[in-house]
């Protein structure tokens, strides 16, 4: 059973870098049929999409957060990264990284437990 | 930017059937997607491409998608269901998620 675990810092300081690594295990980063999200969801409201990344590196990002975001994959560690400049109170939030599926039509099928970042000096 | 507007509470008695909306622009051209999200825990796949179950997710869940609205049903609702669900539809290459509904079971 394919399971994904966020790791990072609970903490950092404003205007610093976000960094948050998803690690893949019971199954391979480098499927062709799937690949993989950053989503954050601050508490008590709704599911922010931050960006994909497919495991040849191609990347998409949210337009609202594109200037801050940078998102990379490490095959051979079965792990995908992101990274957020420039962070303010507003970052603030509970990060899930999560697994898209082609094979039912891009939707979002295995998420993280979530890690929560509080920005805060 | 793409838009999906879902109401933000809906009720429903146990044993009635449920429906929660979501709004967009011709959404029926495009795939819609629902998740389910408890208290404390992730949220997880319960529709995708509009009406397909994923392993695991009870019959009762069903969903439709044409013209401006996606529809997620659940039928039979039982007081597990109470939670918050969140249409998802892809715009382009970028994710669009509607604002979530509070499923209330009483």
């Known amino acids: 059973q394919l399971q994904l675990q966020e790791s990072g810092p609970g903490l950092v300081k404003p205007s610093e870098t976000l960094s948050l690594t998803c690690t893949v295990s019971?199954?391979?980063?480098?499927?062709?049929?799937?690949?993989w999200g950053w989503i954050r969801q601050p508490p008590g409201t709704g599911l922010e999409w931050i960006g994909n990344i497919y495991h040849t590196g191609t990347t998409y990002y949210n337009p609202s957060l594109k200037s801050r975001v940078t998102m990379s994959v490490d095959t051979s560690k079965n792990q995908f990264s992101l990274k957020l400049s420039s962070v303010t109170a507003a970052d603030t939030t509970l990060y899930y990284c999560?697994?898209?599926?082609?094979?039912?039509?891009?939707?979002?099928?295995?998420w993280g437990q979530g890690t929560m970042v509080t920005v805060s000096s | 930017s793409y838009e999906l507007t879902q109401p933000p509470s809906v009720s429903v008695s146990p044993g009635q059937t449920a429906s929660i909306t979501c709004s967009g622009d011709?959404?029926?051209?495009?795939?819609a997607s629902w998740y389910q999200q408890k208290p404390g825990q992730s949220p997880v796949l319960v529709i995708y491409q509009d009406n397909k179950r994923p392993s695991g997710i009870p019959e009762r869940f069903s969903g439709s998608n044409s013209g401006d609205t996606a529809t997620l049903t659940i039928s039979g609702t039982q007081a597990m269901d109470e939670a918050d669900y969140y249409c998802q539809a892809w715009d382009s290459s970028t994710v669009v998620f509607g604002g979530g509904t509070k499923l209330t079971v009483l």
């Open positions: 999560a697994r898209i599926s082609g094979t039912k039509n891009d939707a979002f099928d295995i």
């Open positions: 011709k959404l029926g051209d495009k795939y």
């Open positions: 019971g199954g391979s980063i480098s499927s062709n049929t799937y690949f």
